[in-house]
């Protein structure tokens, strides 16, 4: 069983819609993060969250907004979506912060 | 914010060749992480490093974080095709985000 999935795995969608990407994990973990990566590879932080606390990046546009139904979930909502946007979104889970942290295969989007 | 510079930005070895990554910070690491990720995959955890002078082995790859705990290498002993992807080194920040390198991209020819 996978233990950090992410659906869609591919997304192409026009500038201006609104979607979201799933991110659920089985590990029993209570921390989950979003990150981007950029044409370039960069990978950067977007959110930390955890039952207790939400760390949001300060450059993250607030079109984008973490939800967490439970633990085991933290989907990513972008809304009014733009060109610059497109980039592969990771989710990851780890037992707390400052701990070894488990990635999802990633999601592709594509604004067009 | 934390920031770490990694070196070299691609490597191209042959088979069997050995080689090093470099993860340099000009903050005292908190911890060190390295990852692996290959193309349209996500990021696979290598090891983590906490303690200045550290070292750590799996297989052919040993990491070490260095007294200061400011640098860290990656060394890969007798490289194989399957030890091509790109190598990432993340640190923990005061605030308990991950910051990443920039990233090396590792060939290995046959």
């Known amino acids: 069983d996978t233990a950090v999935s992410q659906t869609p795995k591919y997304l192409v969608t026009q500038m201006g819609n609104d979607k979201s990407i799933k991110c659920e994990q089985n590990?029993?973990?209570?921390?989950m993060y979003w990150y981007k990566q950029d044409s370039k590879k960069f990978l950067k932080i977007m959110f930390s969250?955890?039952?207790?606390?939400?760390?949001i990046n300060e450059t993250v546009p607030n079109r984008f907004s973490p939800k967490s139904p439970d633990k085991a979930h933290l989907n990513l909502h972008i809304n009014s979506l733009e060109l610059g946007d497109s980039a592969v979104y990771f989710c990851?889970?780890?037992?707390?912060?400052?701990?070894?942290?488990?990635f999802g295969a990633g999601t592709r989007l594509s604004v067009l | 914010s934390q920031e770490l510079e990694q070196s070299p930005q691609s490597l191209i070895v042959q088979e069997g060749k050995n080689l090093t990554i470099n993860c340099t910070s000009s903050?005292?690491?908190?911890?060190l992480y390295w990852y692996k990720q290959k193309y349209g995959e996500g990021l696979i955890f290598l090891m983590m490093?906490?303690?200045?002078?550290e070292e750590k082995s799996h297989e052919k790859i040993t990491a070490k974080l260095d007294e200061k705990k400011q640098q860290s290498s990656l060394h890969i002993t007798a490289s194989q095709p399957s030890h091509a992807g790109i190598y990432l080194c993340?640190?923990?920040?005061?605030?308990?985000?991950?910051?990443f390198g920039a990233g090396t991209r590792l060939t290995v020819k046959p």
């Open positions: 990851a889970s780890s037992q707390g912060f400052r701990n070894i942290q488990y």
């Open positions: 590990l029993g973990h209570d921390t």
């Open positions: 969250y955890n039952n207790k606390e939400l760390i």
């Open positions: 903050k005292t690491l908190y911890g």
């Open positions: 490093l906490q303690k200045g002078g």
């Open positions: 993340g640190a923990e920040s005061s605030n308990n985000d991950m910051r």
